[in-house]
């Protein structure tokens, strides 16, 4: 239900959080282990593809929200990508498109985020 693929400057996160696939109680473990990676993210700059979600609940949505506050927190960078319409449909009514980054490709979304990974990756060579 979670992929890590952190081979790249930009991690990249595919998630499935049903809720066709998952249940209430696998949300909250997919929730846990996400905390963890992105606590873990080094540096902090993350893509999350949601291309497996056929359906954002209020849960998988708390769980967006979690993932992208950690990131902030630690002053990184989380986009997300390969959305379907329903779901584009659900960030848009609850404004959550105006705050986050959003892109129609994996690609798009790590290309974007790679010069925020460089930066951090340089600034942490340098110890600042």
């Keep these: 239900m979670i992929d890590l693929d952190a081979s790249g400057d930009v991690s990249v996160i595919q998630l499935d959080l049903g809720p066709f696939?998952?249940?209430?109680?696998?949300?909250?473990?997919i929730g846990v282990e996400l905390v963890e990676m992105l606590t873990k993210l080094d540096p902090p700059v993350a893509v999350i593809d949601l291309s497996p979600t056929h359906h954002?609940?209020?849960?998988?949505?708390?769980?967006?929200?979690?993932?992208?506050r950690?990131?902030?927190g630690r002053k990184g960078r989380i986009a997300f990508?390969?959305?379907?319409?329903?779901?584009r449909e659900i960030l848009r009514t609850l404004q959550l498109d105006r705050h986050w980054?959003?892109?129609?490709?994996r690609e798009?979304?790590?290309?974007?985020?790679?010069?925020?990974a460089d930066k951090?990756?340089?600034a942490a060579e340098n110890g600042t």
């Design 21 to 29: 696939s998952v249940t209430e109680i696998m949300l909250d473990s």
């Design 56 to 68: 954002l609940g209020s849960k998988a949505v708390s769980i967006l929200v979690n993932a992208w």
């Design 70 to 72: 950690i990131t902030r």
């Design 81 to 87: 990508c390969r959305l379907n319409p329903y779901s």
């Design 101 to 105: 980054e959003v892109y129609e490709t």
């Design 108 to 116: 798009e979304a790590v290309r974007t985020l790679k010069p925020s």
């Design 120 to 122: 951090a990756r340089r």
